[in-house]
């Protein structure tokens, strides 16, 4: 791919106007409890299709999830997108554009994008990029933060080369402990902690955590991170930093506000109010599924033949299998899969993509739909390879990060 010699020009700016928001597509309803959730869908912003708009300014774009139904990649204009702060360069000469590698290591390097390129093997994956926070609009009671629903991820094969090779050029110090990550991207404020990232040494060192200069064959997205990004496949896409541009090795933990304040979970129990409790910060991503042959609440016939498939994906390891239960009645509540449940139905699993893509899962059998029924609940649990399930209750954490329990879809019957 011809990277070198080429500007980016993204057009009108990546923060839209909010006028442009008007010439929209209508509004998508997200199902979120506790709060108004109705968001527009706009084709208008660069190098995107049609996207569900949580934010313009730093844009904050959703997923719509019947694009999860149409292919386990999801394509690159459908790629959700997320940026901390909205002072993102609109145009990136990629003449001019270089990479640092300096701090505990003994040569300093600043790499061209050609230079980069060439300092290894480069390797192709299918990943799910997923935020942190996808889903925290579905917590109970509200937490602050983005509103998404289950739009903030997607799925894409990733090139690049390996980060440990690009380490290796610089030569990585006896006393390294971090590696710390920045972009392009700037705070609006002077004071406002730069969006900047660390990886513990291991893990930047790993086969498959890569600098990724290519998303499904083609060059990323300006919005995903042109033309470089971080790619830590399994963990959450917090530490995915985009426009990367900065690497720094360090010799102690990273105490800045986004490994230490930010991006942390609760390891005790916590309720809302709670304080000083003691943290981790988010790391590998656990199992998930999801139906995507229906949508929640959609409406089916009695008498009809119901043809159930969806995508499931293992966190930071590959899908065992998928469970599908389904009940007939009124519509139930979000809760523990009952101990009477019926014998789940018999699940399929699709072409694999490598162990940290989307998986997709076909129902082997047509689910009939009684003419007696109100409605129907589907519940959808994956294990992973490691034998982690999906759990069916979760704790609450006051930042909605990692969520992945069983998630029930309700189908109305007409
Ligand atoms: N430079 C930069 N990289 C970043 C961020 C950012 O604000 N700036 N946000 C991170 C977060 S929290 C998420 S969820 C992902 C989103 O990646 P995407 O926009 O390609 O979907 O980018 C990550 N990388
Ligand atoms: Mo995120």
Redesign the pocket.
């Known amino acids: 791919m011809e990277l070198d010699r080429r500007t980016l020009i993204a057009g009108a700016g990546l923060g839209l106007a909010g006028g442009a928001l008007a010439a929209g597509n209508g509004l998508v309803d997200l199902h979120l409890p506790g709060g108004p959730s109705e968001r527009p869908l706009t084709p208008r912003f660069p190098q995107k299709g049609d996207m569900i708009v949580q934010r313009v300014r ?1 844009p904050l774009l959703e997923t719509p999830f019947e694009v999860f139904d149409q292919g386990t990649i999801t394509p690159n204009d459908r ?7 909205s002072d993102i360069p609109t145009s990136i000469d990629v003449a001019s554009y270089r990479i640092a590698v300096h701090g505990a290591v003994k040569a300093p390097q600043s790499l061209s994008l050609g230079e980069l390129l060439k300092v290894g093997e480069h390797i192709e994956f299918a990943a799910v ?1 997923q ?3 996808n889903g925290r609009g579905l917590f109970e009671p509200r937490v602050a933060g983005a509103q998404w629903a289950n739009g ?1 991820m ?1 799925n894409a094969k990733w090139r690049g080369v390996r980060l440990r090779d690009v380490l290796d050029k610089a030569g990585v110090g006896a006393d390294a402990k971090f590696v710390r990550f ?4 700037k705070p609006l404020v002077a004071d406002a902690p730069h ?1 900047i990232k660390s990886l513990p040494l291991d893990k930047a060192r790993a086969d498959d955590t890569i600098l990724a200069f290519a998303m499904n064959g083609e060059a990323l997205p300006v ?3 042109f033309p470089l ?1 971080l790619v830590v496949p399994g963990w ?9 541009s900065d690497i720094e090795v360090l010799t102690a933990e990273d105490d800045n506000f986004w490994m230490a304040k930010a991006y942390r979970m609760p390891t005790v129990p916590v309720k809302p109010g709670d304080k000083d409790f003691p943290t981790v910060p988010v790391t590998a991503m656990g199992p998930r599924s999801f139906v995507t042959s229906h949508a929640d609440g959609a409406v089916v016939r009695a008498g009809e033949q119901l043809r159930v498939s969806g995508i499931a994906f293992g966190g930071d390891c590959g899908v065992k299998e998928v469970s599908l239960w389904v009940e007939a009645g009124k519509f139930l509540a979000e809760g523990p899969i009952p101990s009477d449940a019926p014998i789940p139905y018999p699940v399929s699993l699709q072409a694999d993509d490598g162990k940290f893509g989307f998986r997709k899962w076909v129902c082997d059998t047509p689910i009939p739909v009684s003419n007696v029924l109100e409605g129907m609940t589907l519940r959808t649990r994956c294990t992973n390879t490691d034998g982690v399930a999906q759990p069916s209750v979760q704790a609450w954490n006051p930042s909605g990060y990692a969520r992945n329990l069983v998630e029930p879809i309700t189908l109305r019957v007409a």
């Open positions: 730093p790629h959700f997108v997320r940026w901390h702060y990029n935020c942190a926070g903030a997607s920045k972009g392009l991207d969006f919005l995903n991170g990004r959450f896409s917090t530490y995915w930093v985009k426009m990367l």
